[in-house]
Nanobody
Framework: QVPLVESGGGLVQAGESLRLACAAS????????MGWFRQAPGKERQFLASISARSSNKNYADVVKDRFTISRDNAQNTVYLQMNSLKPEDTAVYSC????????????????WGQGTQVTVSS
């Protein structure tokens, strides 16, 4: 087991910002690549951003690359997703995931997942 706990979700208005955090404990966080995904009701899980273990590689989905920023603090065992200019279509459950070292974009390449945090953007 690789415990992951997301936080920072909530209800915001369109145009506002949120910063999500995903905290790890009890394992070598600095050896794992991390990804952020979201899933809206009735839709498939969608890749948002990923970052490799030492932050040398980052990937973004086109739909968020100008608004979202992924970062990590290995000393704090935490990965972040800064989300700016939020839109109603960003409403979803946001989850972080971990895999060994790399920063893949496919959810199938991640072994460990958090429970998710709800983000709701009102118009």
């Amino acid at each position: 087991q690789v415990p992951l706990v997301e936080s920072g979700g909530g209800l915001v208005q369109a145009g506002e910002s949120l910063r999500l955090a995903c905290a790890a404990s009890g394992w070598r966080f600095d050896l794992f690549g991390m990804g952020w995904f979201r899933q809206a009701p009735g839709k498939e899980r969608q890749f948002l951003a990923s970052i490799s273990a030492r932050s040398s590689n980052k990937n973004y989905a086109d739909v968020v690359k100008d608004r979202f920023t992924i970062s990590r603090d290995n000393a704090q065992n935490t990965v972040y997703l800064q989300m700016n200019s939020l839109k109603p279509e960003d409403t979803a459950v946001y989850s972080c995931a971990a895999t060994a070292w790399r920063a893949p974009t496919s959810p199938d390449e991640y072994e460990y997942w958090g429970q998710g945090t709800q983000v709701t953007v009102s118009s």
